[in-house]
């Protein structure tokens, strides 16, 4: 197993702290059932010889005090048990976000959302079982099987030796078999989940374009297909669970007519009596009962192996050279004094900026690191001052969107890039990112209400400022029909217009009160009638008060702009 799967099930661990106490209450729940079953049956074999009440007192109250104790401890270590290994998936996830930070969002774009989000949620899902089934069970199993064993042999040492040789050869043989029917499907059921979950994502948001095209039925037969592989392996390993526990049923009816049978011989020569002749028939079955958590420990360490594997390759161990390195200043902020002010307008020059995309899946790796792709912009220079606007052109491919992700930080670039003459990569990205604001050419929108798809901008905004910003970008009178700032924008938009969007997305980095703007191919949704009125607009709520930079292949309207740059195709020859 790699490394990082091995330190994310460490990770999955409580600390001694917390795993301790679980360990104590699984035993003491154990011992509890083995004791109970052990003064039931002497109790129930004692009273058969009609002995004065008084002497069956010790076992009424032993009866009732492991009865309850044993669903007290087992209560208690399963709220305790849940409560630990939650704590640890809360860890894990934070750590998995904290990974997909310095990557984010260029970095991710190869990975499928679909089994991206399969492995946040139900791979770590999955690792609760690291404490769950397997470790806390197994010590606690450990404990109890030893004491009782003990036990046996203190009150009769054959019945022990034959009690322990057949949970030996029980629990082994159970533990083969599942690994012979169900290792395949145990190591497959996680990556098949994210397979078909992300094939489901995928399909849905898609699925206009799917059905325009006739190409529904295709997707929707991969999906069954998925469903039916992840049906089938999700049978073999139920079926090899169910075969272990009657493989267990079975050990502990052996292991009960071993013990009898090793027992017999004493009870006919009078060295034990009928009680506990008793105890030694009845408790192998609770000792068999206890050692079943083994074999479960064994399965689950098969899935929960393949789910810590998934969790650590959900972000790539390497961070693409193409991705601005993050700031590894205390406490994450940028603490250079160079940085702009917070709203000031900046000067920006960049000469001979470059850059190229990060690898996707399928790409060469050499010498471990992570390989790009062609460059996808040509070395540029552009200066932009302060309340200017800039016009961005070029034909498709040209890298006018790579340019915009240079300029807010997502990728590194090559040549230079300086804000008020500061190099842009002695900042930290998220310093620019507060200077340089994107609105893109399909702007996330949450399936929430207007309000919700503001505030994030800017938390403390009131609902009159979110009113006003709404006003200025052409959308008071819309919203006002709409239901005002409850009024629902759909998934991803689905309920507004792609003019309404960029519009929404503009009124969000105007609450941000970004110095300069990027606006990335804003018309790209739009009907042509009516994209210039809607860069009119745009370009006017903007200000006069920030920069603006406006990407476009289909250019601007007359008086629009300033100015205008057109970037360039990369030569075929410029490769890395």
């Known amino acids: 197993m790699p490394d990082r799967a091995r330190s994310v099930l460490r990770q999955a661990l409580p600390p001694v702290r917390r795993l ?249 020569g009078g060295r034990i009596d009928g009680p506990t002749f008793a105890v030694l028939c009845l408790v192998p079955l609770a000792i068999a009962e206890v050692a079943a958590a083994v074999p479960v420990a064994v399965g689950s360490l098969r899935v929960v192996r393949a789910s810590a594997r998934r969790v650590a390759d959900a972000v790539p161990e390497a961070v693409p050279a193409e991705i601005p390195a993050r ?43 992570v390989a790009s792709a062609r460059p996808s912009l040509a070395p540029l220079d552009l200066d932009l001052e302060p309340g200017e606007r800039l016009l961005v052109t070029g034909p498709s491919g040209a890298g006018k969107t790579t340019l915009a992700h240079v300029l807010v930080r997502f990728l590194e670039y090559g040549g230079s890039y300086r804000l008020d003459g500061v190099e842009a990569r002695d900042l930290d990205p998220r310093a620019v990112r507060r200077t340089v604001g994107l609105v893109e050419q399909r702007p996330w929108l949450f399936d929430e209400d207007l309000r919700q798809n503001l505030v994030f901008a800017r938390d403390t905004a009131t609902d009159a400022e979110l009113l006003d910003v709404l006003d200025r970008v052409g959308l008071g009178e819309w919203a006002a029909e709409r239901g005002g700032l409850d009024a629902r924008v759909g998934e991803r938009g689905a309920l507004v217009s792609g003019g309404q969007a960029q519009r929404i997305a503009l009124a969000r980095a105007m609450l941000a009160d970004f110095p300069v703007l990027v606006l990335d191919e804003p018309t790209a949704s739009v009907d042509p009638a009516q994209a210039d009125a809607l860069l009119r607009d745009l370009l006017g709520a903007a200000g006069r008060n920030r920069s603006v930079v406006l990407i476009s292949h289909t250019g601007a309207p007359a008086g629009a702009v300033d100015r205008a740059v057109r970037v360039s195709e990369v030569p075929d020859d410029d490769v890395r």
């Open 20 to 268: 301790l106490p679980l360990v104590l209450l699984g035993v003491l729940a154990g011992l509890s059932s083995v004791a109970l079953l052990a003064s039931s049956a002497w109790l129930i074999a004692r009273a058969a010889e009609q002995p004065p009440i008084l002497f069956l007192s010790l076992g009424v109250v032993g009866v009732r005090a492991f009865a309850i104790g044993r669903a007290v401890f087992r209560y208690l270590e399963r709220l305790a048990g849940h409560d630990a290994a939650f704590r640890q998936l809360a860890e894990i996830r934070v750590g998995v976000f904290e990974r997909m930070l310095p990557l984010a969002p260029d970095g991710l774009a190869s990975s499928r959302r679909g089994d991206l989000l399969s492995r946040f949620v139900g791979d770590v899902d999955e690792l609760q079982n690291v404490s769950l089934r397997i470790v806390q069970p197994v010590a606690s199993a450990t404990v109890v099987l030893a004491a009782a064993l003990v036990g046996l042999a203190w009150l009769a040492p054959g019945a022990a030796v034959a009690v322990g040789a057949v949970l030996v050869l029980g629990v082994g043989g159970a533990v083969i078999a599942q690994a012979v029917l169900a290792a395949r499907a145990d190591e497959r059921l996680a990556p098949l989940r994210g397979e078909l979950q992300a094939a489901i994502v995928e399909h849905v948001q898609a699925l206009d374009v799917l059905v325009a095209f006739d190409a529904a039925d295709a997707g929707r037969e991969r999906i069954r297909s998925l469903g039916r592989r992840l049906e089938r392996a999700t049978r073999a390993r139920a079926s090899a669970v169910g075969l272990a526990a009657a493989a267990m049923s079975a050990v502990g009816a052996f292991a009960a007519a071993a013990s009898l049978g090793a027992a017999q011989p004493l009870l006919e």
């Open 327 to 369: 700031s590894t200043v205390a406490g994450g902020e940028a603490s250079d004094d160079r940085t702009p002010a917070a709203r000031a307008v900046p000067v920006i020059r960049l000469r001979g900026a470059s850059a190229r995309w990060p690898a996707i899946a399928g790409d060469d790796v050499t010498d471990g690191a």
